[in-house]
């Protein structure tokens, strides 16, 4: 049996606040809350004109944030966003220059001995000790915080799918497998709200896929609350209920994911027997409704503004009855990816 020299573990974390930090960005509170209640309002998180400046320089500037209890909140921004900065004010790991958060209803300013221990965190690249497996570094975690529930160590390997006293030493541990003893570090004393900085990257298909899945069944099986940073708009899509957009320090988006959806612009195509008589035959109702060129005649047929059920059901009827016969009808929504980029763009020229 390995031992384990607690005295060397302890000068590799930095004190903080009241949190322990190793040096790869693996959070939690060295602390053992005996049953505090912490009032709770529908925002596990909010900030009010969050302000992060160095120098002249504003990282992070007058963010309203929002994060609602139960959900995966995904904050998303290109990198050097701020999105990091973000995420460490609300732990404490740096300062704040001005503004304030509230995290379960309660300023984290003089409340941090009744808030860290309900939050877990990966900041950056989770790091453990290569030389013991995954085990063994959660054990060494566990008694570094004090976290004094039984099997603790073995439940957190279950919720995210790695084997309890497996002998692979984390040195052989694939990137994904890395990720994922970061994230059952982070869950050991059950914690309420998740923060999660990029937990894809750098991932292969196979283990983006693994990831997302995992994330997303924690708010359902564990009643914990997420957010989660991310560069990559695809990977947000397929999580997150909440969404914001970060640009530059500045919060330029934040509402439901649907909402950010909606905003895609609808179309039908249409391919006829005769588009360019569908075409002729089409245009005046929607010139009268007082829109200008909204039909686009392509290669592939007709493009032409969805305007709901109806108003298809009489366009295809009036196509019938003047000797037209529809081939094809193809639903098109922008890409939200544009969406996202011309948010950016716009946000740039100011």
């Known amino acids: 049996m390995k031992k384990f020299y607690l005295g060397k573990v302890m000068a590799r974390f930095v004190f903080y606040t009241g949190l322990v930090v190793g040096d790869a960005g693996i959070i939690s509170r060295h602390y053992s809350p005996e049953s505090e209640e912490i009032s709770m309002s529908d925002y596990l998180i909010e900030t009010k004109q969050l302000t992060k400046t160095y120098g002249d320089q504003a990282a992070v500037k007058d963010v309203n944030l929002h994060v609602k209890k139960g959900r995966i909140y995904g904050l998303l921004g290109r990198n050097g966003a701020g999105k990091t900065t973000i995420m460490k004010m609300i732990l404490g790991l740096t300062s704040i220059t001005s503004g304030e958060v509230d995290v379960f209803g309660q300023n984290i300013k003089g409340h941090e001995k009744r808030i860290y221990p309900r939050i877990g965190a990966i ?54 497998m890395k990720q994922r003893l970061g994230i059952a570090n982070a869950l050991l004393g059950k914690p309420k709200l998740l923060l999660l900085d990029e937990p894809t990257n750098g991932l292969d298909p196979s283990g983006i896929h693994e990831m997302r899945e995992l994330i997303k069944s924690l708010p359902e099986k564990y009643g914990i609350t997420l957010m989660v940073s991310s560069h990559l708009l695809a990977e947000i899509e397929q999580i997150a209920d909440n969404v914001g957009i970060i640009s530059n320090g500045k919060m330029i988006y934040q509402d439901s994911l649907y909402d950010l959806q909606s905003k895609n612009k609808r179309e039908l195509l249409l391919r006829t027997s005769n588009d360019l008589l569908a075409y002729q035959l089409l245009i005046p109702k929607y010139e009268h409704a007082g829109l200008v060129h909204p039909i686009q005649q392509t290669k592939e047929g007709l493009l032409l503004p969805y305007e709901g059920d109806r108003s298809l059901g009489l366009h295809i009827r009036h196509l019938f009855e003047n000797g037209i016969d529809l081939y094809r009808i193809e639903e098109r929504r922008g890409n939200l990816e544009d969406i996202y980029l011309q948010m950016v763009q716009k946000e740039a020229s100011l």
């Open 123 to 176: 900041i950056e690249t989770p790091g453990f000790y290569p030389n013991l497996t995954g085990t063994e570094n959660l054990e060494i975690f566990a008694r570094l915080r004090g976290t004094a529930a039984p099997n603790a160590v073995k439940n957190a390997l279950k919720v995210v799918g790695l084997p309890y006293k497996d002998k692979k030493l984390f040195s052989k541990y694939s990137l994904g």
